[in-house]
């Protein structure tokens, strides 16, 4: 741990920046990914004992527990689990679950407390989850030992955000981050606030989801529009030992566009954005990706953002990091949106989709009020354009999973991020145990 750690602050403090380098490519062959894996109640209950409580799994921000005695819940699939600042240096995950007769502690949600008290017979714990007070506690004639505690799962911090792990004998946090703790550092996410928050209930298997935004080969089908924004050819992409991520090119017109050298009029708006007059601009297309580069690092630096670590491409491109099992950081320039995945309790054909986003705030600059999050049904509200295209398949993909003629997933070389996800849930499921 002590060496992991060391090197990481290594990594932050030696001019590193992020790499661009391309990863060697795994031999993962050309099977057909069997579609019970996203179809079948047995293969979840699988997922369920040999991943999701096996892996690190991100419970929410830091930021939202500032002060002692301030938690949050946190739910994934049949689970909740409650995360508490305990002393100011000290983040605990518990589960939310009295160890008297199983009443949850907590309701979903966040707030603040002294002490946590069970509402059901009054069983009173400490925010360490220690055992503070028992009603009649004599009444017990088997004794109430010490250990009645609230059940405590590992728990760790990493760029502004809380994570948990089911397994007691856990890795540390930064060993399976790997290279992407070191990668993102540059980034700061600790110095970025959440400004969008919700969650979106979805008919899909979890996987469906991190799918549709593992692969770029959608674009052409589902985003026609994107095609005068972004480069959906040129994609370089990483498979990590567990993790991967793609580097999407945007400032410049896809090679599927027709006219080469036109400044688009979603172009013309990235210059906007990025501090340049579109009407007196006057280079051609291709000039368009560097002067956002150069404008969106001047505008950085003149707010006191620290961005030395962060490469050309960062300014304009989106560098789009996946860890497994379910978190997507799509990171463009100062904000990044966050997608979550998480499973539901019992049925494989749905899943919860938590929708963030984040803004990089200057230093000395007072973020915005925290959002409230919110939870829709799907097709409820609008999630922007985009996603609206992304998520308008999802149950239809799910459908046709289920249906009797449809095997499995042809999965092209576009789309090896995929083949990658499920070589790493295979190394879950069937390998040694982590
Ligand atoms: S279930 Fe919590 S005090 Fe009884
Ligand atoms: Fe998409």
């Not at 938690?71 to 589960?95: C, H, M, N, Q, W």
């Amino acid at each position: 741990m002590h060496a992991l750690l060391e090197n990481h602050r290594m990594v932050i403090e030696t001019g590193y920046v992020t790499p661009t380098e391309k990863a060697p490519e795994p031999s993962m062959g050309t099977a057909l990914i069997p579609k019970e894996r996203y179809t079948s109640k047995e293969y979840m209950e699988l997922e369920w004992e040999r991943m999701w409580t096996r892996v690190w799994n991100m419970a929410g921000r830091e930021s939202d527990i500032p002060n002692v005695g301030d938690y949050f819940t946190t739910e994934l699939g049949p689970e909740s689990f409650l995360i508490v600042r305990e002393a100011e240096d000290k983040v605990r995950a518990f589960y939310n679950v009295c160890p008297h007769r199983g009443n949850q502690i907590r309701n979903p949600g966040m707030g603040h407390a002294e002490s946590f008290q069970c509402a059901y017979h009054f069983f009173e714990f400490n925010l360490d989850g220690s055992k503070k007070f028992v009603p009649d506690e004599d009444t017990f004639t088997q004794g109430v030992p010490q250990e009645t505690a609230l059940v405590e799962v590992p728990c760790d911090t990493w760029g502004g955000f809380v994570w948990f792990n089911m397994n007691p004998d856990a890795e540390p946090l930064l060993e399976f981050l790997g290279v992407v703790a070191d990668h993102l550092a540059p980034y700061h996410f600790e110095e970025y606030a959440i400004v969008g928050d919700m969650t979106i209930e979805w008919d899909t298997n979890w996987k469906a989801s991190v799918d549709a935004f593992n692969e770029v080969y959608h674009v052409q089908g589902i985003h026609p529009q994107l095609l005068e924004s972004l480069d959906d050819i040129h994609v370089q992409i990483d498979l990590y030992e567990r993790h991967n991520r793609y580097l999407v090119p945007f400032g410049l017109v896809s090679p599927r566009y027709p006219n080469q050298n036109k400044v688009t009029q979603p172009l013309k708006q990235f210059l906007a954005g990025s501090g340049i007059d579109p009407d007196s601009f006057e280079g051609g297309m291709g000039d368009v990706r560097p002067a956002m580069q150069k404008a969106v690092r001047a505008a950085a630096e003149a707010q006191g953002m620290d961005v030395s670590g962060l490469n050309d491409d960062q300014m304009s491109d989106d560098y789009h990091y996946y860890l497994f099992p379910n978190l997507t950081f799509n990171i463009t320039a100062l904000g990044f949106g966050f997608f979550r995945q998480r499973p539901h309790p019992t049925d494989p054909n749905k899943m919860f989709f938590d929708l963030q986003s984040y803004a990089r705030i200057p230093p000395g600059a007072d973020s915005p009020p925290r959002p409230v999050h919110s939870q829709h049904k799907h097709g409820e509200i609008s999630i922007g354009l985009v996603m609206d295209q992304d998520s308008y398949n999802l149950p239809r993909v799910q459908k046709g999973m289920n249906s009797r003629s449809y095997k499995g997933l042809l999965i092209n070389y576009r789309e090896r991020r995929i083949r990658h996800m499920h070589t790493v849930l295979d190394g879950y499921l069937e390998g040694p145990d982590r």
